[in-house]
């Protein structure tokens, strides 16, 4: 089903993109890949046209990050080997070196997979795990991806780094009872309780190591100091709190199951052969 890449200049990719280290955190937030119709590029189509995209759907606005880190990556592809490498495998590689970067594990990325000439805008929303779910709709949300309960609670350790906007988290440290008194206060101070005042204020994930992929999302959890809803609803007395222990006190379980469960995520639905096309612009569809 996949390939490797058979230029010879790919370390290049790479090297190019040690330079946006900096904006990792933004690009490993919200950008896993998880797309509706499967890993094929759709996140990354524009609104052109009549043509509607994914990116305004609710759980991407204002969340994912990192479009521009893959359009020059795929720029500078373009010109050492053009038409060979699709935009879904820029992804799926950017994900991997991304953790890497930010000290995370690395793992093999089978590639091949070729790029959506379609998106879906109410699959999208329909589909596409938010921050307001709780744990028995998480679970059904990554169950229709064929991603087990053990994958949802270790792909959500990527919120080891990253932020979030207060509108995502609002209805967490005012409404909720399952989270810190302390940290409810910290968070309060630059998220007002109305709406919309406030709304695209910043914060980290995790405040401790908020850039370093760590297994301290876990630890933070068992401290009711989950920023999101969903985030805090894997330790909340329920079926994932055993895992979430475990993961906070060994690094090196949580490391092997991200990598299983983000091969996994990487093996969804890929379209290959001569499905769809190998895009020149990861934001449109080739003319």
Known sequence: MFRA??????????????????RMSRFM???CYMHVQGCDGSILLDDVGSFVGEKTAFPNVNSVRGYEVID???ANVELLCPGVVSCADIVALAARDGTFLLGGPSWAVPLGRRDSTTASLAEAN??????TLNLDQLI??????QLTPRDLTALSGAHTIGFSQCQFFRGHIYNDTN???????????ACPAAAPAGDSNLAP?????????DNAYYRNLVAQRGLLHSDQELFNGASQDALVRQYGSNP?????????????MGNIAPLTGSSGQIRRNCRVVNS
Do not use: E
């Open 5 to 22: 890449l058979s230029f010879s200049k790919r370390n290049q990719v790479t090297v190019d993109f040690l330079s946006f280290h900096g």
């Open 29 to 31: 937030d919200g950008f």
């Open 72 to 74: 020059r990556i795929k």
């Open 126 to 131: 329909a589909d596409l795990p938010g921050p």
């Open 140 to 145: 059904r949300a990554f169950d229709k991806k």
């Open 179 to 189: 989270i810190d008194p302390a940290f409810a206060a910290l968070r309060r101070q």
């Open 205 to 213: 994930f995790d405040a401790q190591t908020q850039l370093v992929f």
């Open 252 to 264: 090196a379980l949580f490391a092997a199951d991200f990598v299983a469960a983000m091969i996994k």
